[in-house]
């Protein structure tokens, strides 16, 4: 972890970046950007939690694969629009920005390999989970993936004893690199809620969201942090 002075947003956000991600009561949502300046961001958000929060916490993908920028900021709605999302300036403290070298979250590693099968835009990808923690998980794969594309997945995941978990989200791609054979991939993935259709549907997330935390504990002994 290391903070790091920037006068200016453009100079450490990853030019191919489409969200800037918030954290509100502890469920983190991606936000489509419109525009960044300086010291701040313009971005569309599809639900209302957002308006009485005028502090948030959140963070995005930085330039050149050094991880990801966490920040602390004032959001304001800027207007609604014709369709059901709202835009909001988020302006943030660029004295307190700091950078994550991919270690936010403790990883955990499981005894045998765990395969796993998703769909990214349209294509079945088959990968195996090297490491997972609360906040995402490692995976190689034979397929390159994009980096800063989001994507709904679901992970089944192996218990010492019992029935096997599941856990539904999305994922964004924070990086993924080739490895010693050039047709190899390593991916990181960071967790990131779905979009919510209604309140029922944000509740029900965070109740998964304590589920793999719970998870996470019982398989492999402590508490994530």
């Known amino acids: ?77 800027e207007r609604r629009t014709k369709s059901t999302l709202s835009l909001y300036r988020v302006v943030l403290d660029l004295k307190g920005l700091v950078l994550i070298n991919r ?6 590693a499981y005894e045998r390999p765990v395969p796993i099968l998703f769909d990214f835009e349209g294509r079945p990808i088959k990968a195996r989970l090297v490491n997972i923690s609360e906040g995402g998980l490692r995976i190689d794969l034979n397929d390159i993936l994009p980096s800063n594309v989001v994507f709904e997945f679901q992970l089944t995941l192996p218990r010492t004893k019992g029935a096997v978990f599941q856990f539904h989200t999305d994922g964004l791609v924070i990086y993924c690199t080739p490895e010693d054979n050039p047709r190899h991939f390593m991916a990181g993935i960071a967790f990131v809620a779905p979009r919510f259709r209604n309140e029922e549907e944000r509740e029900k997330f965070k109740k998964e969201s304590t589920a793999l935390k719970k998870y996470l504990a019982q398989e492999f002994g402590e508490q994530s942090g």
Not at 6 to 34: H, K, M, N, S, W
């Open 103 to 108: 270690r936010l979250f403790i990883r955990h």
């Open 1 to 77: 972890m290391t903070f790091i002075p920037v006068t200016d947003l453009r100079e450490i956000l990853e030019p191919t970046t489409r969200y800037l991600f918030l954290e509100c009561d502890g469920v983190v949502e991606a936000c489509l950007i419109q525009s960044v300046f300086k010291e701040s961001f313009l971005v569309y958000h599809h639900s209302s939690p957002f308006i009485s929060k005028s502090l948030v916490k959140g963070f995005f993908v930085a330039a050149s694969g050094r991880g990801i920028v966490q920040f602390s900021a004032q959001c304001r709605r």
